[in-house]
């Protein structure tokens, strides 16, 4: 089964960029049976959708977000990565790493998670 | 945006009782619905997907299904370990969202 890992800095300042690596193992993020997606949580409140990755490196954010959000991948590393600019307080949360499966007659949203990791922003 | 309106927010249940969690979508998104159990501190679990499907794994207790427009889980007799969060989140059409959050307390 596949392992997913969030990893980055912990403090981010306000108005300058988070920035969040998921790395992959057991799947390949380029494979065709896969999509990948970041969602978040802000301390105390429910989830969030924050965007999603397709295999072939195709983005789809969260139009709340669009303006902000990158999401990208290196497949050489299989990671996948998310950039989130002019961050303020109301970014801080847990943010996860996820995994969709792509079956024949839809698909099966977030079947595998990373542990999440907390991004706090502040001074 | 499509928005996802669960209830309750909070039930408090014991152990072996029968419980219903309903989630409601502001616009049609046919069958586009999953579940999810999170513990605290814990990343959640998916539990159901496609309104019914039960991931593999997950106990026969769990159940999905939909009645006119609200979605419903069901846990057929509570267990200690079902004391959790439950969210709900269509996947039928972007943004993807999700439910509020039931959270299943002791009573």
């Known amino acids: 089964q596949p392992q997913l890992q969030e990893s980055g800095p912990g403090l981010v300042k306000p108005s300058e960029t988070l920035s969040l690596t998921c790395t992959v193992s057991g799947d390949s993020i380029s494979s065709s049976g896969y999509h990948w997606g970041w969602l978040r949580q802000p301390p105390g409140k429910w989830l969030e959708w924050v965007g999603n990755i397709y295999y072939d490196g195709r983005p789809h954010y969260n139009s709340s977000l669009e303006s902000r959000v990158t999401i990208s991948r290196d497949t050489s590393k299989n990671q996948f990565s998310l950039k989130l600019s002019s961050v303020t307080a109301a970014d801080t949360a847990v943010y996860f790493c996820?995994?969709?499966?792509?079956?024949?007659?839809?698909?099966?949203?977030?079947?595998?998670w990373g542990q999440g990791t907390l991004v706090t922003v502040s001074s | 945006d499509i928005q996802m309106t669960q209830s309750p927010s909070t039930l408090s249940a014991s152990v072996g009782d029968r419980v219903t969690i309903t989630c409601r979508a502001s616009?049609?998104?046919?069958?586009?619905l999953a579940w999810y159990q999170q513990r605290p501190g814990k990343a959640p679990k998916l539990l159901i997907h496609?309104?019914?499907t039960s991931e593999s794994g997950v106990p026969s207790r769990f159940s999905g299904g939909v009645s006119g427009t609200e979605f419903t889980l069901t846990i057929s007799s509570l267990q200690p370990d079902d004391f959790a969060t439950y969210y709900c989140?269509?996947?039928?059409?972007?943004?993807?969202?999700f439910g509020q959050g039931t959270k299943v307390e002791v009573k």
């Open positions: 496609e309104t019914s």
């Open positions: 989140q269509q996947y039928s059409t972007y943004p993807w969202t």
């Open positions: 616009q049609s998104i046919t069958s586009w």
């Open positions: 996820a995994r969709i499966k792509i079956r024949s007659s839809g698909w099966t949203p977030f079947d595998y």
